[in-house]
Nanobody, 122 residues
Framework: QVQLVESGGGLVQAGGSLTLSCAASGRTFSRYAMGWFRQTPGKEREFLAAINWSGGSTYYADSVKGRFTISRDNAQNTVYLQMNSLKPEDTAVYYC???????????????WGQGTQVTVSS
């Protein structure tokens, strides 16, 4: 079974940047689409970004488009989320996941990491 371990969260001032990493175990990482979601207390998990198996296709939520960038390194079994121009409302627990992406770009996660906290101070 694959394991996903997020890192890179922390405290940052508004306008700053952070890069989250998600390391996956196993030899089948390159077969999966990968994505990032986030969640704040009392709210449902929010889709942020997804990337197909090769890294050739990426998709973003409108709330982060232009500020966040998802990428992957299949040789390192790692997916990244580069976050720029952070706002206090970006404060949340950020989750990495693996899943399936269909031909329209819709992403269906099926396994989640434990999450990493990102706090943006004003």
């Amino acid at each position: 079974q694959v394991q996903l371990v997020e890192s890179g969260g922390g405290l940052v001032q508004a306008g700053g940047s952070l890069t989250l990493s998600c390391a996956a175990s196993g030899r089948t990482f390159s077969r999966y689409a990968m994505g990032w979601f986030r969640q704040t207390p009392g709210k449902e998990r929010e889709f942020l970004a997804a990337i197909n198996w090769s890294g050739g296709s990426t998709y973003y939520a409108d709330s982060v488009k232009g500020r966040f960038t998802i990428s992957r390194d299949n040789a390192q079994n790692t997916v990244y989320l580069q976050m720029n121009s952070l706002k206090p409302e970006d404060t949340a627990v950020y989750y990495c996941n693996k899943g399936r992406m269909d031909s329209s770009g819709s992403y269906y996660p099926d396994y989640w990491g434990q999450g990493t906290q990102v706090t943006v101070s004003s």
